[in-house]
């Protein structure tokens, strides 16, 4: 980010905070947009290599997530997109984004250029998330292409050193040559760095793998509300049609409120319904013998979404932010109120700017403020095969929880709710 785009940032909330009325209508500015995707390569030499190949074809990379780092030593945050290798040309897979606006390979170029065929490396990532002892957590797929080049890994980053500090290789028994492993949340015991468990979503097995990081061990939970549903398996975009059958995507996990037991709250894409789970329930790993877990444990709220989402993400204070396809438009929820479309408020519409949100995250910023941060991009076009280069397709977005909820009835749930309240009322306890 450069020096001028560092003072436009803070004079664009500065004006935000104090000047209502010169505020976006959204509330949420763009941070970064292309076409097309540009990379950084070491050298010339090592870019011509790529483009030979065919490791490297512009206009084939597709970002999907988005995640940010706030450095003390530096104003500008450190930005990571992913961009998986559904096909060849995809050169890097994990990047940051530098102010110009093109995409390095993170930790750097040679964890990328195997192209799945060294394991040692990254495959192709979805997704990624970043805890609270700084970590960044990545999941690869070690699918490239349609071929399982390597088993799916999950792997976590120091970011004050970029060091590899965790690598996971699941093994056949919660994966095979279908799975999809795309999505992934962390879930740190407050204090307690050791204590770390992550929760994949296998969106083509319909599934939910639990990862006990402090115990080196996974397995995998399957549930009739982990599957897509046939009738929500049509999407519409900006006018354009497809089809995508897929489970499991969305998870947000609920704040900590002084004990081990959160909230996992979940859909799969291809629904408009959202689900919810105590994680002590998924923490035990006895419902590994059972096919079909005890359904009075995982619970679907009665009311539904008016269509399909992508990814969500929650807030300390129990809001969750989504985006729906039919408009395009971020919305959230606050899960003290029950889930309904009462409850649904509009955080941001355009039509243009803010189609399918595949990126969804809550972010602190170095004043313990929290921000929304959204990836949006043309994914009907990749779909449809009509994506273009003449307009734009691909979008970061970026706005203060504060500033973006201003007057917003999600800051005003009943009296005297605590945040899933609406969840303890549906999901029964853990035994």
């Known amino acids: 980010m450069s020096y001028g785009f560092q003072r436009f940032f803070f004079l664009f909330y500065y004006l935000a905070c104090f000047w209502p009325e010169l505020r976006a209508e959204s509330n949420l500015r763009i941070v970064n947009q292309w076409a097309e995707l540009e990379f950084v390569f070491p050298d010339e030499e090592t870019k011509q290599i790529a483009l030979t190949k065919r490791h490297y074809v512009p206009g084939k990379s597709v970002p999907i997530d988005v995640d940010v780092q706030y450095r003390k030593d530096t104003l500008s945050p450190r930005i ?27 930790p750097d170029y040679s964890w990328h250029e195997n192209q799945g065929q060294n394991c040692e490396g990254l495959t192709s990532v979805f997704r990624t998330a970043i805890d609270e002892c700084n970590r960044l957590w ?51 015991r407050p204090g307690d760095c050791g204590d770390t468990y992550v929760y994949v979503a296998d969106v083509s097995t319909y599934a939910l793998v639990v990862v006990d990081v402090a115990r080196n061990r996974s397995w995998r ?41 959160r909230f996992l709250y979940f859909h799969a894409l291809s629904s408009t319904t959202e689900n919810v789970v105590r ?21 679907v709220f009665p009311d539904e979404r008016p269509n399909q989402a992508a990814t969500e993400a929650m807030d300390r204070n129990g809001i969750m932010y989504f985006g729906l396809m039919d408009p395009p438009s971020i919305w959230c929820w606050n899960s003290a109120t029950e889930y309904n479309q009462r409850n649904f408020h509009q955080v941001a519409e355009d039509r243009e700017t803010l189609q399918f949100a595949s990126g969804v995250k809550v972010i602190n910023n170095l004043k313990g403020e929290q921000e929304l941060w959204v990836l949006t991009s043309s994914f009907q076009r990749v779909i449809t095969k009509s994506l273009s280069s003449n307009r734009t397709n691909f979008r970061i977005h970026a706005g203060k929880i504060p500033v973006i ?22 999901a029964a306890p853990a035994e």
């Open 405 to 426: 909820l201003a007057r917003s009835p999600c800051l005003f749930p009943p009296k005297n709710r605590p945040d899933d309240y609406y969840a303890n009322i549906i």
């Open 80 to 106: 990571f997109v992913t961009t998986p290798r559904f096909g060849e040309g995809r050169p890097v897979t994990l990047g940051t984004v530098d102010e110009n606006g093109k995409i390095s390979g993170y």
């Open 279 to 299: 994680t002590s329930v998924l923490k035990n790993d006895s419902f590994l013998a059972d096919p079909n877990v005890d359904p009075k444990l995982i619970r």
């Open 221 to 261: 939970l399957t549930h009739r509300l982990f599957y897509p549903f046939p009738s929500r398996g049509n999407f519409t975009v900006d006018g354009e049609n497809f089809e995508l059958m897929d489970g499991v995507m969305g998870m947000a996990l609920s704040p900590w409120r002084g004990n081990s037991d």
């Open 138 to 188: 990545v999941m690869d797929t070690g699918n490239g292409g349609g071929t399982q080049h390597c088993s799916p890994q999950l792997l976590a980053f120091d970011l004050d050193n970029d060091k590899l500090v965790y690598r996971y290789r699941f093994n056949q028994s919660v994966y095979n040559e279908r799975s999809g492993f795309i999505t992934l949340v962390v879930d740190v």
